[in-house]
């Protein structure tokens, strides 16, 4: 199975802070990779999938980059409402399998 | 709009199975491929099993695999998980979530709301 790898595990930013989250596959996943929200207690949302392709009603703040080995998940101007667990998920070969996720908490 | 409601949790013996559930609505439920993943206390999500529109395409997870079946009825807009053999480990929130139409887009674009099976005697 590919092994994903997210840093950091937590961190702790300031609203209006730019904010980078890093996934790393164990082998090349081209561009099948998806990255989640999710808030305790709520269902999981779809941000970006294809590595890059912003989800309909998602936030401009949020972007993704990378293909291959490496992608990466960016929060522009932080918000308050961002605060969250992220997670990437790869798509590139079966089984499915996500990082172990990040989270973000507001300063 | 999209929703996925999933059924069936609750307190569960080891060794006994249970079938979970995940009726869908508002969208052409027969036409989608359909995941369910969970999420074991205090741990990150882990992708289970995913079925493809037809029913008859089907991958799982290697720690699941041989003691989990992922079905669908179309006629009732229902997704189904199988679950036998219960183990402590398989305590968790499980989620259905719908795989976008595109055949090679293996994500998963709505998710329910989960429910909670505790596998304890």
């Known amino acids: 199975a590919i092994r994903m790898t997210q840093s950091p595990s937590s961190l702790s930013a300031s609203t209006g802070d730019r904010v980078t989250i890093t996934c790393r596959a164990s082998r090349g996943v081209s561009s099948y990779l998806a990255w989640y929200q999710h808030k305790p207690g709520k269902a999981p949302e779809l941000l970006i999938n294809?590595?890059?392709t912003l989800q309909s009603g998602v936030s401009p703040r949020f972007s993704g980059s990378g293909s291959g080995t490496e992608f990466t998940l960016t929060i522009s101007t932080l918000q308050s409402e961002d605060s969250a667990t992220y997670y990437c998920q790869q798509y590139y070969s079966y089984p499915l399998t996500f990082g172990g996720g990040t989270t973000v908490e507001i300063k | 709009q999209v929703q996925l409601v999933e059924s069936g949790g609750g307190v569960v013996q080891p060794g006994r199975s249970l079938r979970l559930s995940c009726a869908a609505s508002?969208?052409?439920?027969?036409?989608?491929?359909m995941h369910w993943v969970r999420q074991a206390p205090g741990r990150g999500l882990e992708w289970v099993a995913v079925?493809?529109?037809?029913?008859?395409?089907?991958y799982y997870a290697d720690s699941v695999k041989g003691r989990v079946t992922i079905s669908r009825d179309n006629s009732k807009n229902t997704l189904y998980l199988q679950i036998h053999s219960l183990r402590a480990e398989d305590t968790a929130v499980y989620f259905c979530a719908r795989k976008p139409l595109s055949e090679w887009e293996l994500s998963a674009d709505y998710w329910g709301q989960g429910t909670l099976l505790t596998v304890s005697s």
């Open positions: 079925l493809w529109p037809d029913g008859k395409t089907e």
């Open positions: 508002g969208f052409r439920f027969s036409n989608y491929g």
């Open positions: 294809a590595a890059l």
